[in-house]
Each structure stands twice: as C-alpha cells, then as structure tokens.
C-alpha cells in the first residue's frame, strides 16, 4: 500500500501562516479523492495549524525547537519503502533530503524560494513564472514541476469563473491576508485604506489562525460599510462573489486572478513582492505596497484612483488574471508523481 507522508508547519508565524498547511491539504484531499487511504502529516507543534489538519487527517507533532537533522528520527518509524514524503518547509539541508529519501520511496519539495543546491526527486515551485529561476542543467537528478500550470485551484473556482462589470459606481470588495496574518496587514487595511472605500462594500477575511480576529471585529464595528467573515473552509465563493480583492501574494493571489476579481496585491514578504511585480508587469495584478513600506509609512496610495475612477485597466486586470491558470495543475502533479507507479499497489 501506497502512503503519503507530509512534512509542513503552520500558525501565527512570520512568513510561514497557513499557505503551506492549506497547499499539503489540497493535495492530501486529492490523493484521498483517487483512493489513497494512508496519510499522515509531520508538523510541529504550532496548535493554530495543527487544528486545521487534525479534523481529516493523522498529524505526529514535532517539538517546535528540535534541530531540522533530528526530525528524522522521530518520523522515521512511519516510513516504509512505499512512502511519498512531501516537504514544504524551508532551511532544508541535502543530507536531509538524502536521509529521508534512503528510507522512503520519493521525496517531493513544495519550494516557493527558488533554492538552487537541493536535489529531492520531485521539486514543485507552482509560483507564475518560477522557471525562470532554474537552471534546468544543474537539476538532473529532479524532475521539476514549475510554473502557473503546476498552481492548483478548485474546479469550483475554475468553472464559476466570470467577467466582472466595472463600469458600475459600486463594487464589492474582499479583503483576505492569509490564514494568521502574522504581519496583521488586515489593520493597515482597515485603518488605511477603507476609509477611501466609501461607498463600496467591504467584506475582510479573518482566518482560522488570525489571533487578533475577536479583538478587530469589536474595535472595528463602526465601520458601517465592512462585514466580517471569521474563518471560511476556503475562499472560492468569497472570490467568486466580489468584483476586487484586496491579498498578500501567495495562493490567494492566484485563486482571487483565476476567479475573474480584480486583485490588489499587499505583499508580506519578499517571494510575494516578487510575484507581484512580474504579474503587474503582465497587467494581472495591481501591486499595491509592501509589508516593508508599511512599516516605514512610505505607502504612494495612488493605486486606490483605479478604483476610484472605475478605470477600464481594471477590466484589463481582470481578464488578464483569469487565463493565469487552467485549473489542471493537481492532476499534472499527480500524474508526474505516478510515472512508474503503475505496479505499486495502492
């Protein structure tokens, strides 16, 4: 029997959140839906991310201060000659990957970062335009997955897909920072640029591991023109239902563009910036400011006139975003992941 073990953290942490917790999900419930049965996840324990495992699958929690080397000890009972390990952490090292890999059949790297001297068996980096980060010579013992047609998206997201109209003088706008918005870039927002919102609707994420989502919803319950939504299973209908969206440039910048929304990127990290700016430069996105210009008060808030003017390049915007991905990226990975696998009973 096949099984499929994930190695991912999650929380309230600075450029970590829940993106990969929800990635390792995605694909967990993917296999699952193909008749896989045997999964566990390796997280440390972080309890904002374990809860969001927890409820569909087996999580072993990992000391949150063990040496990345030592893990290995700890996991290695669950392994067998069978074993898919899935990785998506960063720091990793080549005698990691070597050490799991001895005693596990393949090991497959979620990378976001471009890393340059590791060599797993699989590497997916689904960033948009991410192979242009590799050398494809160097990498000659991994197969890479690379680029938006590896991004995996619901066939909900891809089928309800629509055309906005933004020639009207109210939209409906979402705001969504991620799972914890560590960063707590949802109070920028609120304090910085929904006051330039009126008249329009806002609707602002809190996600399942925000810690401050009790605290902002009472101090900010003035606001008349903004409604809270605590928690959500997943994002698409909120994407699917609101002509702009306000995001960090992970995931939810990929989800809000394929949905037909308008996407305004507020970037938490570097990876995200740089995201932003190559799809900007496509006219996919908006990229609005980042974390680090947050912090220093030199935000140019001239972005908010497209809004404001109801100008045709948010149509641009929209239509552009909306052929980014083809929703066929988990089946692309899932058949790469196969190759040879066909005597391996499930």
């Known amino acids: 029997m096949r099984k499929f073990c994930f190695r991912v953290d999650g929380g309230s942490i600075y450029s970590v959140a829940t993106g990969h917790i929800t990635r390792c999900l995605k694909t967990a419930r993917y296999l699952k839906a ?6 566990v996840f390796f997280m440390r324990d972080y309890p904002e991310g374990i809860r969001l495992v927890e409820p569909e699958f087996k999580v072993i929690r990992l000391p949150k201060d063990i040496p990345i ?23 990793l090292t080549q005698k990691y990957i070597d050490a799991v890999r001895s005693a596990c059949r393949k090991f497959i790297l979620f990378d976001d970062l471009s890393v340059k001297n590791l060599q797993p068996d699989i590497l997916i980096n689904p960033t948009p335009f991410s192979y242009l980060n590799y050398n494809t010579k160097v990498c000659v013992h991994t197969k890479l997955l690379l680029g938006e047609e590896y991004f995996f998206v619901s066939d909900h997201l891809v089928k309800q897909a629509r055309k906005r109209d933004f020639s009207k003088d109210h939209f409906n706008i979402l705001a969504s920072f991620g799972g914890a918005d560590p960063c ?21 994420v809190l996600g399942p591991a925000y810690k ?7 101090k900010y319950a003035s606001l ?9 299973k997943n994002l698409d209908d909120l994407f699917l239902s609101n002509d702009i969206a306000f995001v960090c440039g992970g995931d939810t910048c990929i989800e809000s563009c394929c949905s037909g929304a308008a996407t305004f990127v507020i970037s938490s990290i570097s990876y995200e910036k740089q995201c932003a700016e190559i799809l900007s430069a ?4 908006v990229f609005a400011t980042d974390i680090e210009d947050i912090k220093a008060g030199r935000v140019n808030k001239k972005f908010m006139d497209l809004i404001k003017k109801s100008e045709p390049r948010l149509k641009a915007i929209s239509d552009q975003g909306m052929v980014l991905v083809d929703g066929s990226g988990l089946k692309k990975i ?7 696998e066909i005597n391996v009973a499930k």
């Open 34 to 39: 193909r008749g896989e049965q045997d999964f």
């Open 69 to 91: 080397e030592d893990e290995i000890q700890l996991m290695g009972p669950e392994f067998n000659k069978n074993t898919f390990f899935f990785c998506d952490i960063r720091n």
């Open 184 to 204: 707590n870039i949802t109070e920028y927002f609120l304090n910085e640029i929904v006051p330039l919102l009126t008249p329009h609707t806002v609707t602002v």
């Open 212 to 218: 401050l989502a009790a605290e902002v919803q009472v």
């Open 224 to 232: 008349k023109n903004v409604k809270f939504v605590v928690g959500p």
């Open 282 to 285: 496509r006219n996919m996105v």
């Open 334 to 340: 899932y058949d790469a992941l196969m190759e040879g």
